[in-house]
């Protein structure tokens, strides 16, 4: 479908199309680039229709990584290959590295101004709530999950516990407790 | 800021540090930042090459500046790095820790991409994205519960807490610019009410 469907709608130009593009969504994302990306690609430059973004999205979500260069790298593997998805990466890094580096730097200059600390403070509580308030929000989808809403609420209480609560490595919690998300959803799902 | 413990790391250090970003990359499903437990808990607490203030600043920062959040490995690893000595060994840091975090995920994600395109209706391949949704979330609150959960002192903290939990609602709930939160928070911060 790809190269058919993508012939006659807006794409990018260029490799440094991609990579400007793609630095220009990362500046304008404070605190998560998806909500950008999503305005930007699908319903300005159209380089994509709602539907390919929400199937790439799945992707990017389940697979490990950050979702968002996830879904950089494959949309820019769509148009340019390997050398797409390197472009959509530098684009999504490079800057915004050298800007969060500066504002490190500035921050340990001033670190010993109790003003500073307590901002960082502050705002690391705010950070901390809006990754939860990502998670609420997500609850909504377990609603239609195949596992049906009791296993779901199952499974995710017992990964809050073990990670939140017990403080289990990470790397015992998610295999097993995916192995049998897994095996259940295996049987739920239509063959 | 909490006094910095001026480190001494060998290549084999930093080799564990490479490794551990390797794994963690693999783990990462639903982002990075649903590995920052198992960050803190190898960084602060069993290698102390990190202390509590410079984790939480990663993040902070990270989550303040623009640019997908992803970048708090990045600092993690230049406070590593300028925990031992000095600013080229923090650029080391972040080199370390962002060639750790990324190799394994978008390698494996570019050539999953294109499979999983060609059989995205497989049985398996539903069953996996279906069945991961529950823990992929819980995670998300797990890592917050975690980071307001290092401010454990309920009689100074519990304004924290109560910024946190506020926070969360508004975000869940509204449609606000996470910069209006984010700002909301530093000023509360500066003036010394959380």
């Known amino acids: ?93 490079t800057i915004p590295l050298v800007i969060v580096l500066l504002l490190t730097f500035v921050y340990a200059q001033f670190a010993d101004r109790p003003g500073l600390a307590g901002a960082l403070r502050g705002m690391g509580a705010v950070a901390a709530g809006l990754i939860t308030a990502a998670g609420l929000r997500l609850l909504t989808t377990l609603k239609t999950n195949p596992l049906g809403l009791p296993v779901s609420i199952a499974l995710a209480l017992a990964c809050f516990a073990a990670i939140a609560l017990l403080r289990w490595p990470l790397l015992y919690v998610l295999p097993s407790l995916g192995g049998v998300a897994f095996v259940i959803a295996y049987r739920k799902v239509k063959p | 800021m909490s006094t910095t413990p001026l480190l001494s790391m060998h290549a084999s250090d930093w080799l564990q540090l490479f490794l551990q970003y390797l794994s963690l990359s693999l783990l990462s499903i639903g982002g990075a930042i649903s590995t920052a437990p198992e960050m803190h808990r190898y960084l602060v607490e069993e290698t102390r090459w990190l202390t509590e203030s410079q984790f939480t600043a990663s993040i902070a ?59 995205r209706n497989l049985r398996g391949v539903r069953a996996f994205k279906q069945g991961m949704a529950p823990i992929v979330i819980a995670l998300l609150v797990a890592t917050g519960w975690v980071l307001t959960s290092v401010h454990n002192d309920a009689a100074k903290d519990w304004p924290l807490w109560l910024l946190t939990a506020a926070s969360a609602l508004v975000i869940w709930r509204t449609r606000l610019h996470l910069l209006w939160m984010l700002g909301a928070g530093a000023v509360l911060g500066w003036f010394g009410f959380v």
Do not use: C
């Open chain 2, 61 to 119: 920062i990270a989550q303040a500046a623009p640019g997908p959040n992803i970048l708090f490995v990045a600092l993690m690893g230049w406070h590593v790095g300028i925990n031992t000595s000095s600013i080229a060994m923090g650029l080391f840091g972040v080199l370390v820790t962002m060639v750790g975090i990324m190799l394994p995920s978008t390698t494996l994600t570019y050539l999953a991409a294109q499979w999983g395109h060609r059989n």
């Open chain 1, 1 to 93: 479908m790809d190269s058919s469907a993508t012939q006659d709608r807006p794409r990018p130009q260029s490799l440094s199309d991609l990579f400007i593009s793609f630095t220009l969504l990362a500046l304008q994302g404070f605190g998560g680039v998806l909500a950008i990306v999503q305005h930007e690609l699908v319903e300005k430059k159209r380089w994509m229709t709602r539907e390919e973004f929400v199937e790439e999205w799945a992707v990017a979500q389940i697979m490990p990584g950050p979702n968002v260069v996830n879904l950089s790298l494959m949309i820019g593997a769509r148009y340019f290959g390997l050398p797409g998805a390197l472009a959509a990466l530098a684009g999504m890094l």
